[in-house]
């Protein structure tokens, strides 16, 4: 028995003799927002560093950078961003970090946009931003920050490909759930709060035929009036609202029209764990399920 003993003991004290490699130095990541930050744990994995500028509980559209932002992407190695002029933020922070080491990544590169009448009226790029809500773009996102990541540090370049393709096949995996079950109401008519949900729709077959309100727009008696007219033109079987957003007009619109209020969320704000995004997701497919049916 000591004899074993002796032999187990010996490699230990071997290896206790070696040189202590240096530890691979992990690059500091931040992301925008929620998607950028679940998609980009995804594929940095539990132990990166990551940060997200937008906090949990706040939204990311017309978000004001914070002076805690600006240090976070002074000292960053990697920016992930979803771009398509989404975070109108960063482009003040970039100029004020001064940072110009970092690599910044557009998530979205190579991604056709959908109009966006919006981003129209403010005469941005013309595209609609809220393309993380397809799960088959999201996997040209993932795509997109795993290469920035691997282009930024080629030292843990195989950690981020094997990171990256077991979060594609989860998407895989969802993108089937979401076809299958949405076959059955193809052509459904729905109508959201914001216009978050134009690449979902088009994946799936799916009409989002009306936006209940713009995020900085006051609504208008005029407008109450139009989403109660496409609520009935489209015979639409519930009101979809947001998590946390000032739904009164809503409410009374689908209390009027006897309709049920139901959410359907953008995941523009949310909790910061690994499967928050298929969580919701996979609850947004049940409620989309339950107003088209
Ligand atoms: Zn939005």
């Not at 998607?35 to 949990?56: D, H, I």
């Not at 559209?61 to 771009?83: C, F, I, L, R, W």
């Not at 077959?205 to 936006?211: C, D, I, P, R, T």
């Not at 033109?233 to 209390?255: T, W």
Request: charged letters at 25%.
């Amino acid at each position: 028995m000591l004899k074993i003993l002796r032999w187990l003991a010996l490699p230990i004290v071997a290896l206790g003799a070696l040189p202590v490699p240096a530890q691979v130095k992990k690059p500091k990541v931040v992301a925008t927002f929620l998607p950028m930050y679940l998609f980009t744990r995804g594929v940095v994995g539990k132990e990166g560093q990551l940060e997200v500028l937008v906090p949990p509980g706040s939204s990311a559209h017309e978000y004001q950078a914070t002076p805690a932002n600006a240090q976070s992407v002074a000292k960053a190695d990697v920016v992930v961003m979803n771009g398509l002029d989404f975070e109108e933020f960063m482009e003040g922070l970039i100029k004020n970090a001064g940072n110009k080491k970092a690599k910044l990544v557009d998530a979205s590169k190579g991604i056709k946009p959908l109009g966006d009448k919006k981003a129209e009226k403010h005469s941005h790029s013309g595209g609609n931003p809220h393309v993380w809500l397809d799960p088959v773009l999201a996997m040209q996102q993932v795509t997109n920050i795993r290469d920035g990541l691997v282009s930024a540090d080629p030292t843990n370049a195989q950690a981020y490909k094997t990171n990256a393709a077991s979060f594609i096949k989860q998407l895989q995996q969802l993108d089937g759930e979401f076809k299958t079950r949405l076959a059955p109401v193809k052509g459904c008519k729905f109508i959201a709060f914001h216009d978050a949900f134009p690449y979902l729709a088009k994946r799936y077959g799916l009409q989002q035929e009306a936006v209940v309100e713009l995020p900085e727009d006051a609504l208008t008696p005029k407008d109450i009036q139009r989403v109660k007219t496409a609520a009935q033109k489209f015979k639409v079987k519930g009101m979809l609202s947001e998590p946390g957003v000032d739904d009164k007009r809503l409410q009374q619109i689908a209390q009027e029209l006897k309709l049920p209020v139901k959410t359907l969320d953008p995941l523009e704000s949310g909790k910061l764990e690994p499967d928050y995004y298929f969580q919701v997701m996979r609850q947004n497919l049940a409620t989309l399920e339950s107003v088209c049916k």
